[in-house]
């Protein structure tokens, strides 16, 4: 076991039931890319006794948190669509294949959704994605009421959408966007979601990289770090290696816990 093993902070919940790397054995793998809206995990669970195994069913939620000390949190929201028991020798493994709430978001049937005079945008936003099972990321604080009662028709992406244009078209400065990240809603100003730039070099936990071109001649390099929870689609990364240097877009993700890797591999793309 790596020396940084003893700083991890690792996590599964599985509805009620909690299982912690320090005490359990549990590996994953979360993935994540521009061109999917949706998260897939794939979880292992080692060694779970009759009544544990038998609470875990189809479509319990699920939630992992991984980082380190200090610095951790969610890197997915989702539930179960999958449970597979495998024996391996005399340890018994639980694979359990996960989809992240983003598929309930994107793919909800259509409702109705009323606003009532006078109701704040940013508790009608929080509404629609408890509708929908997604939980919410970040919600901006928005300074806006609607005027009158209103009533919307769609999915919950439409309805949320056609929230847009109403802030989007009141507002000349500040604009809004919608998206989901690791199964959780968000609905914040769209210069936070690249605001911030992460620093990726060897000194901040840079492992490996490759660079290839694109069809267009474009620098693309997959690299992989130590984990890094709040890595996201969009992510602005500032890359310091005897390969590349500059700014980079993050296009994709995967996050992976399996014996000694804890790593986050990313897809990157030049700004």
């Given at each position: 076991?790596?020396?940084?093993?003893?700083?991890?902070?690792?996590?599964?919940?599985?509805?009620?039931?909690?299982?912690?790397?320090?005490?359990?054995?549990?590996?994953?793998?979360?993935?994540?890319?521009?061109?999917?809206?949706?998260?897939?995990?794939?979880?292992?669970?080692?060694?779970?006794?009759?009544?544990t195994l038998s609470a875990i069913n189809k479509d319990a939620r699920v939630r992992v948190k991984a980082g380190f000390k200090g610095?951790?949190?969610?890197?997915?929201?989702?539930?179960?669509?999958?449970?597979?028991?495998?024996?391996?020798?005399?340890?018994?493994?639980?694979?359990?294949?996960?989809?992240?709430?983003?598929?309930?978001?994107?793919?909800?049937?259509?409702?109705?959704?009323?606003?009532?005079?006078?109701?704040?945008?940013?508790?009608?936003?929080?509404?629609?994605?408890?509708?929908?099972?997604?939980?919410?990321?970040?919600?901006?604080?928005?300074?806006?009421?609607?005027?009158?009662?209103?009533?919307?028709?769609?999915?919950?992406?439409?309805?949320?959408?056609?929230?847009?244009?109403?802030?989007?078209?009141?507002?000349?400065?500040?604009?809004?966007?919608?998206?989901?990240?690791?199964?959780?809603?968000?609905?914040?100003?769209?210069?936070?979601?690249?605001?911030?730039?992460?620093?990726?070099?060897?000194?901040?936990?840079?492992?490996?990289?490759?660079?290839?071109?694109?069809?267009?001649?474009?620098?693309?390099?997959?690299?992989?770090?130590?984990?890094?929870?709040?890595?996201?689609?969009?992510?602005?990364?500032?890359?310091?290696?005897?390969?590349?240097?500059?700014?980079?877009?993050?296009?994709?993700?995967?996050?992976?816990?399996?014996?000694?890797?804890?790593?986050?591999?990313?897809?990157?793309?030049?700004?």
């Amino acid at each position: 076991m790596s020396s940084t093993s003893w700083y991890r902070i690792a996590s599964v919940q599985v509805d009620d039931l909690v299982f912690d790397y320090e005490s359990c054995d549990i590996e994953f793998k979360i993935k994540k890319s521009s061109d999917s809206g949706q998260n897939q995990g794939e979880i292992t669970l080692w060694n779970l006794d009759n009544k544990t195994l038998s609470a875990i069913n189809k479509d319990a939620r699920v939630r992992v948190k991984a980082g380190f000390k200090g610095d951790y949190g969610t890197i997915f929201e989702g539930y179960v669509t999958k449970k597979e028991p495998q024996a391996d020798g005399v340890d018994l493994s639980t694979i359990i294949t996960c989809s992240d709430s983003s598929f309930l978001f994107y793919n909800s049937k259509e409702f109705v959704f009323e606003v009532r005079e006078g109701q704040n945008l940013s508790g009608a936003v929080r509404q629609v994605y408890n509708t929908c099972n997604v939980p919410a990321g970040k919600i901006s604080d928005i300074d806006y009421t609607f005027p009158h009662a209103r009533t919307f028709t769609g999915t919950g992406q439409a309805i949320l959408e056609e929230m847009l244009k109403t802030i989007n078209g009141t507002s000349k400065d500040t604009k809004y966007v919608s998206y989901t990240e690791g199964g959780m809603g968000y609905f914040v100003r769209s210069d936070n979601r690249t605001a911030g730039v992460f620093e990726i070099n060897s000194s901040t936990g840079l492992l490996t990289i490759e660079v290839t071109e694109d069809s267009n001649s474009d620098t693309v390099a997959t690299l992989t770090t130590l984990l890094n929870w709040r890595i996201g689609i969009d992510t602005w990364l500032r890359i310091e290696s005897p390969n590349i240097n500059g700014l980079f877009k993050a296009s994709g993700y995967t996050h992976t816990l399996r014996g000694d890797t804890y790593e986050t591999e990313i897809e990157v793309a030049e700004a």
